[in-house]
């Protein structure tokens, strides 16, 4: 997968965040295996297109401070109530050295087993490889069509890697499986019977009026 750029600026360490970004501009950092930590700043609204676009398993090219970097995004933090970015961790690649990463996973047809009325039960929505950065997937494809009945199952080691890729996750892993639908039993109980004291001793004083009435009579 090809870098996509992003242009960087320098930034002196002590630089106020506050100031930064009234410029329109967010505080980041670069560091790696053979690159120390770097204070830089990046457009807050080409940032995060890119993000949207990218992610964290798509190869960035930083450019503008020094040599080209390619690094990938470590951690983005917005704010928790505007929602706007307040800071962003690249991770520089160390040349010719593979990446361990978890890649999401993106699942794709429809189960014969959902349609016959089962449930498709996704348990694991990504995976961690190691791969080089050229054949860094962006997602992983999952093909549900291969669940047909009642206990079929999909492990990691059935999804298919790039070439340079290897499943660092366990192959054993249930990644989606079918589950038999069964419709909950509701159990109705009846509600106790209401009685009111002042109206059941009501009723048997009525009850007994008539006994009354007779033995008087007689």
């Not at 930590?37 to 960035?60: C, H, M, N, Y």
């Amino acid at each position: 997968m090809s870098a996509i750029q992003l242009e960087i600026q320098p930034r002196e360490a002590g630089e106020s965040a506050d100031t930064l970004r009234k410029q329109g501009v967010v505080p980041a950092v670069f560091y790696g295996p053979k690159e120390k930590t770097t204070p830089i700043a990046i457009d807050s609204l080409k940032f995060e297109r890119l993000w949207r676009q990218a992610g964290e398993t798509t190869v960035i090219r930083l450019t503008g401070v020094g040599e080209e970097k390619d690094a990938l995004i470590h951690d983005v933090q917005f704010h928790p109530v505007t929602g706007k970015l307040e800071h962003a961790d690249f991770y520089v690649i160390e040349k010719g050295k593979k990446v361990q990463i978890k890649v999401p996973l993106t699942f794709e047809g429809q189960a014969p087993a959902e349609k016959a009325g089962h449930i498709v039960v996704k348990t694991l929505h990504e995976v961690e490889i190691e791969v080089t950065p050229q054949d860094l997937p962006h997602s992983l494809p999952v093909d549900l069509s291969v669940l047909e009945n009642i206990g079929d199952h999909i492990t990691a080691s059935r999804i298919q890697l790039p070439g340079s890729a290897s499943l660092v996750t366990s192959p054993d892993e249930i990644v989606a499986s079918v589950k038999e639908f069964k419709e909950e039993v509701v159990e109705v109980i009846p509600a106790p019977e209401t009685v009111i004291i002042g109206e059941e001793k009501k009723a048997e004083e009525e009850a007994a009026a008539p006994a009354e009435e007779k033995k008087k009579a007689e």
